[in-house]
């Protein structure tokens, strides 16, 4: 989200996504760079919210364009450093610890950091003050007591905020939809005794990595049931670090066992806990599904509990993922039951009633959700007073006035995404040739041209790749077509228009197969041209 008054503007958290299986070979969907750098002039800060990937993981790329501070609480600002130091740009970034409760002032702009409670630690909302009005700027939240580390929503702050009065609210939306009120942590980590102390044999556990209390919990769960808890997965072991180092809420050492230590205890002393809830492929438990992970299979009498949210989207890909654990002998715990195993993150219906009904905002942007939520979201503000709603999807500017507010602009947006050590847009790095190549499959051609006394004869050689073929007949008709093709060729001709005119040759051949229309790549030479 960029927020401006007048020619500086902030950027409000900066997150990824993650891609769908025909972005292939893609890690990460970022936001388009091309727009960020269009504002690099007039972009003053970052300000983040909260620790989640989809809020802080374009970070690092965005600090490639823009030349900013960012500000964020300190567990945010651990994990941020850590994304710095990866991309080799820690000495070269300010970074900026802020506490809730607290403001700094920026160009314009006097931000406030409210405490907001979520499935990771040190959230805030922004409580962002201009010359020309107030905004409020909730990030993710839910309305809950009793975390482990004692952070507490602050209600006072979000009422004195609205008494001052909120020109514009912008407000998470990931659960407009939903009725009531969130469950508690407190009531997860309960049930998740119970559940484990029913259970003979080894626990896997699914969930979020960022998810720092849910880890806690399950923690907790298995010491009262005499278990110890192994950690699977890169992304655990790096918020585990953070946690210890910057939150009121560090690891037993005691409670967690390496998983080559495994072999040392029986089944119903362990739990392992496993980072890819959403069966990401190459995420821990996927691994263990599908029987790729290098330390852990699944076997008979293994219970899986999946104590994670199914985004909406991913639930095919989860439901396979559970299938092959199921296939392999484990019976699976993912429903919701008398004993809820999982608390969403994201505020219910009456919590988002009632932070509408603390803050009295004037504008409401509902943020944060698929375009349903959003609408439903807008509706709860309606029914709760506020004067003027307002739905936007992603490339649309809002402009706001004292005539209220209106789409002024709309961009195309095109986003950008990273593949290993690169990053870029779609034509950069060339995912439509990737997708070419991945539904039609690639054809290599050798061409030895011999043009002795004016008469051109050829000796081609033909590999192809991922083009259904049987036995080598499709190879053998590619090198028959070829040389037959080159006899009559020009011995005067240019290699560049061989090579322009045998993607063709090659491609009616494989037609008449397949239907296919592979990438040809040729080689081709006179043998006069070899020394």
Known sequence: MLL????DWLLLDCGVTFPEPELTGVELVLPSMAVLGSFASKIRAIVLTHGHEDHIGAVPYALQVLQVPVYATRFTAGLVQHKLREHGLADQVTLHVVAPKTRVRIGPFDIGFLRVTHSIPDCVSLAIRTPLGNVLFTGDFKIEAGLRDGEVFDEAGFRAFGDEGVDLMMADSTNAEVPGWSGSEAAVGKHLAEVFSGIRGRILVGLFASNIYRLHSIIDAARVNGRYCVLLGKSLERYTTAANAYTSMPFDSEDIIGVKDLH????????????????EPRAALSRVANGTHPEVAVKQGDTVVLSARQIPGNERRIHAMLNDFARGGAHVIYTRTDREIHASGHAYQEELRTLLTWVRP?????????YTFLQRHAELAQECGVERTLIIENGQTVTLGTDGMRVSDV?????WYADGLVYGDAESLQLVARQQLGWHGAVAVQLDLDRSD???TGRARALPWGVQHEQGELAKEIETTLQRWSSGLNAKMPLSAVEGQIQSVVRKVVKRYSQRKPVVLSFVRWSDDVE
């Open 264 to 279: 040392r205890y029986d089944d119903d002393e362990v739990v392992i806990i496993c980072t890819g809830s959403q069966a």
């Open 4 to 7: 401006g008054c007048g020619d």
């Open 454 to 456: 004016g008469v051109v």
């Open 411 to 415: 961009r195309t947006l095109s986003p």
């Open 362 to 370: 004037r504008r409401f942007i509902p943020v944060h959700g698929e």
